[in-house]
């Protein structure tokens, strides 16, 4: 985990695309919901990545342009199918986009597998220089099936992690699902991500402006910024230091906390903290987040599995709370274990100064 850039710099955010990231087990709607959003008013300026453009089913009068894997729709929006690996897409995407051989995008948007674990895309991002030089994660958007979404989650472990790792969760064909039932779901997945919002979805009508500005955009703070942090930021600071919400009995392994520390940590020692706990428990970790203070400064930090997103100096603190507040969402993993981790390196902070 490296340390921040210095508050005083360029924003490191600025100009960077932002990038959506749509996944869902088999059947959640992710096709009946990317092809709807394709013709939206406010798509003209973003580009779709997609598994397979014939299962979209694009009208070819809305085509103005298409090519081996990229088709421009009249409103502008750039539809683009992967090739080899979404990598290659990528990179091959901005190439064209710089060379102007299709029309500038604002924003992408990639649909993984139904079977996709999320986790190795967002490596992917953070790992390939180029890619983590022009875009940025911007959010996850997990869709499940109400009819089928409690058995997948019982039965199959991508499930459970891509709502996990979810920034919002759609439900979707709730207008097929028993009532009981659908609320049943829904406070399931609210108890595997409770930071994540839920919304459901009938037809895949749903309004692209919520499934965009989820993640950091800006190292300069305002209303918006930190709103992705959700329960780090919001939990009362009267409440227990951990929290711990179990599951329904078949997914009792994972687990979300809330952890909260008055002191202020020194860099070195929430390094150690973070690399004790990914190499006794990294496959484990889920995701975290949180913000965090370093000597008086604000940082965010950010992780996927033992993937850690840079970390982020704030320009100032969002009010006059001087906590560090971070969520986690754990798998078979006690909150008396991360709680310990994080109270040692609190006393090497106490020891270091």
């Known amino acids: 985990m490296s340390s921040p850039m210095n508050p005083g710099s360029p924003d490191p955010m600025a100009g960077r695309f932002p990038l959506t990231l749509v996944t869902g087990f088999l059947g959640s709607g992710k096709t009946t919901m990317l092809a709807r959003m394709l013709t939206h008013p406010s798509m003209r300026n973003a580009a779709v990545v997609i598994n ?38 990528l990179r091959e995407l901005f190439g064209q986009r ?24 967002v490596q992917t991002l ?37 709502v996990a790792l979810a920034d919002r969760i759609l439900l979707t064909k709730t207008d097929l699902a028993a009532p009981d039932d659908a609320a049943s779901l829904e406070r399931a997945l609210q108890a595997i991500n409770a930071s994540a919002g839920v919304l459901r979805v009938q037809h895949g009508q749903v309004e692209p402006e919520q499934l ?18 959700g329960a780090a ?53 889920l995701r975290m987040k949180g913000i965090l203070n370093v000597e008086g400064d604000p940082v965010v930090v950010q992780c996927v599995q033992h993937i850690f997103h840079p970390a982020v100096p704030l320009d100032r603190w969002p009010d006059e709370n001087r906590q560090s507040r971070l969520v986690f969402i754990m798998r078979a993993v006690e909150p008396t274990v991360v709680e310990a981790v994080f109270n040692a390196a609190q006393a090497l902070a106490r020891n270091a100064r």
């Open 52 to 89: 397979e453009v014939g299962e979209i089913g694009i009208d070819h009068d809305l085509v103005s342009f298409s090519s081996e894997n990229v088709s421009v729709l009249a409103n502008g929006c750039i539809c683009c199918t992967v090739r080899t690996d979404l990598q290659e897409t």
């Open 98 to 121: 710089r060379a102007g051989a299709i029309p500038d995008f604002d924003r992408v948007m990639v649909e993984t597998t139904g079977l996709a674990d999320p986790a190795p895309v």
């Open 126 to 162: 953070l790992s390939d220089t180029m890619l983590a030089a022009h875009f940025r994660l911007d959010g996850i958007i997990t869709l499940v099936d109400a009819v089928n979404g409690g058995q997948q989650l019982e039965e199959f472990p991508q499930a459970v992690k891509q």
């Open 212 to 229: 965009t500005g989820l993640g950091l955009a800006s190292t300069r703070l305002s209303a918006q910024a930190l709103s992705f942090l």
């Open 233 to 285: 930021l919001d939990a009362p600071g009267d409440q227990d230091d951990v929290e711990d919400k179990p599951l329904r009995p078949h997914l009792q392994d994972i687990r979300t906390m809330s952890l909260r520390f008055d002191e202020p940590f020194t860099w070195p020692a929430i390094t150690g903290a973070m690399e004790m706990l990914t190499a006794l428990r990294g496959p484990d970790m």
